[in-house]
């Protein structure tokens, strides 16, 4: 074991395993993987269904071993593609499974949604690297993973959270007066609820900096993926919803701020690229050759601010109520908020449709302190089959 509590590789490159290798964070980190290709070894990747390109990335770098957490897609044509040596297993455990081998050091959880938990819990029950891409994990379970993390064993991949991991560095963090989290305040900054409850799917699609798949991209026109970040960065952190302020910055240069007692204020600027971000949870607490293009300041011309309009994206109100609340709650409010964004891109809900349905199965929930991985399951559950009936109910 290293000081940090995480154990170093056994050889010279870090083993990595890649869970959602076929999303938007998924093909970053294999992009980061290409380009340190003396640092870093894939050794695993999971894809849910894009069974096409987690078969390209298999035979590209060689994978010991995948899983399709998908079993409608067993049986693709296209695996049997795969390279001789490569292993398959099929199921959501499967994606779990393929990471616990003994050479495995580094897992990045990239998975959507609340199937990254038990894959989280897994890692950290060992004394492997977890880098931490998905931040339903921690909003809604941060409650039991965060007791289970060693010192330097969960990076975070987000960010904006990075960002903040990376102010905090050297600082003691009970001189830590607040924490700037940044948003870009999405497509749709600036509008009003009226005018929100006309825009469309393709209109909420269009971010005006990251790259991201749909449900994340809808999130940050909500403004949902800001709440949730909020309760992840309380988590990750140690400190309170009253610690941690949502600030716009348009132009998503700064990607967090930390202010101290002093009044000093350290900030996480560059470009808007998740390979940084990534490649830092690889290579801490070293830093290596850029993945991305550098930023020119002298080009840079304005940096801007403003205070996030609640009333109108009332998703990130929402997200400090169950931050608040905690217990089940945040639980519930990721679950339906899945549903709800699932139907919105499906058309069967309106836009504003989405935090009308999140609150109402907030509303018929009772918040129980969070016992287990199990509870958490079953609360799940409940939450998507009561969003489900709220949304027939307004369709």
């Known amino acids: 074991m290293t ?11 870090l083993r990595v395993a890649i869970l959602g290798c076929t999303g938007s964070i998924g093909t970053q980190a294999l992009d980061v993987c290409r380009q340190h290709a003396d640092k870093l070894q894939v050794v695993a990747l999971s894809a849910h269904s894009g069974t096409e390109r987690l078969v390209a990335s298999a035979r590209e770098f060689g994978v010991r071993r995948v899983a399709v957490t998908d079993p409608a897609h067993r049986h693709d044509p296209i695996l049997q593609d795969l390279p001789d040596a490569t ?17 495995v050091d580094c897992v990045l959880v990239a998975i959507v949604g609340a199937a990254g938990l038990a894959a989280s819990a ?4 060992t004394d492997k690297r977890l880098a931490l ?19 330097g064993q969960l990076l975070p991949v987000d960010s904006e959270h990075a960002a903040i991991f990376q102010c905090l560095l050297g600082e003691n963090p009970r001189e830590v007066h607040k924490i700037w989290l940044t948003c870009s305040g999405g497509p749709f900054f600036g509008r009003s609820r009226d005018q929100l409850a ?3 799917v393709d209109d909420a699609l269009a971010h005006p900096t990251w790259n991201m798949g749909a449900k994340i991209t809808i999130d940050s026109a909500t403004l949902m993926n800001k709440g949730l970040e909020r309760i992840e960065a309380m988590h990750l952190f140690g400190v309170g919803m009253d610690d941690i302020c949502v600030v716009i910055q348009r132009q998503s240069k700064i990607h967090s701020m930390v202010e101290y007692e002093d009044g000093s204020v350290i900030a996480h600027l560059g470009v808007s690229d998740m390979r940084i971000p990534i490649q830092y949870a690889f290579s801490y607490p070293e830093r290596w050759a850029s993945p991305a293009l550098r930023m020119d300041f002298r080009e840079l011309g304005r940096l801007d601010f403003g205070a996030p309009d609640t009333d109108a994206f009332r998703c990130l ?16 409010l990721n679950a339906a908020n899945e549903i709800a964004v699932s139907a919105f891109l499906g058309g069967t809900c309106s836009f504003t449709d989405i935090d009308r349905i999140v609150e109402r199965c ?12 199990e509870q958490l399951a079953d609360v799940d559950r409940w939450a998507r089959a009561r969003a489900s009936q709220v949304v027939s109910d307004l369709s």
């Open 317 to 332: 109100a929402l997200a400090e109520r169950a931050g608040r609340i905690g217990g089940t709650l945040p639980c519930v």
């Open 362 to 373: 907030m509303d018929d929930h009772d918040a129980q302190r969070v016992q287990s991985l």
């Open 122 to 125: 897994a890692v950290l029950a």
């Open 133 to 151: 891409a998905n931040k339903e994990s921690l909003v809604v379970g941060g409650e039991l993973l965060m007791p289970m993390a060693s010192p």
């Open 3 to 13: 000081q940090s509590g995480v154990s170093s590789p056994s050889s010279d490159r």
């Open 87 to 103: 292993s398959l297993s099929v199921g959501a455990q499967a994606a779990v499974d393929i990471c616990l081998h003994d050479d």
């Open 198 to 200: 006309h825009v469309g």
